[in-house]
């Protein structure tokens, strides 16, 4: 089992950006596929965006990209989501995952065993 901390979160104006990291302790994330997923007041957990165990591929959902790029440093044991051109629709508690599965483009949270605690990001209009 992998402890996963998300940290970055905060208040933006609409157009803003935000770094959020995820940071792992207990085990090296290098053996590990790494998501992104967040949740809004009100809706089921969303699926985000994937990252492969080197940070060479990554697979987003339609919401976010172009907006949003995930990227790994397996040496720090961190995983990051930028955020750019944030908008309302944004705002939601982002959730790191952790699984031992392949890479691919599924977006099932169940293939996720380890999950951080979530931190709040709200962006204003």
């Known amino acids: 089992q992998v402890q996963l901390a998300e940290s970055g979160g905060g208040l933006v104006q609409a157009g803003g950006s935000l770094r959020l990291s995820c940071a792992a302790s207990?085990?090296?994330?290098?053996?590990?596929?790494m998501g992104w997923f967040r949740q809004a007041p009100g809706k089921e957990r969303e699926f985000v965006g994937v990252?492969?165990?080197?940070?060479?591929?990554?697979y987003y959902a339609d919401s976010v990209k172009g907006r949003f790029t995930i990227s790994r440093d397996n040496a720090k044991n961190t995983m990051y989501l930028q955020m750019t051109s944030l908008k309302p629709e944004d705002t939601a508690v982002y959730y790191c995952?952790?699984?031992?599965?392949?890479?691919?483009?599924?977006?099932?949270?169940?293939?996720?065993?380890?999950w951080g605690q979530g931190t709040q990001v709200t962006v204003s209009s």
């Open positions: 990252v492969s165990r080197s940070g060479g591929s990554t």
């Open positions: 207990g085990r090296t994330l290098r053996g590990y596929t």
């Open positions: 995952a952790a699984g031992v599965h392949d890479y691919g483009t599924s977006r099932r949270a169940s293939e996720y065993a380890d």
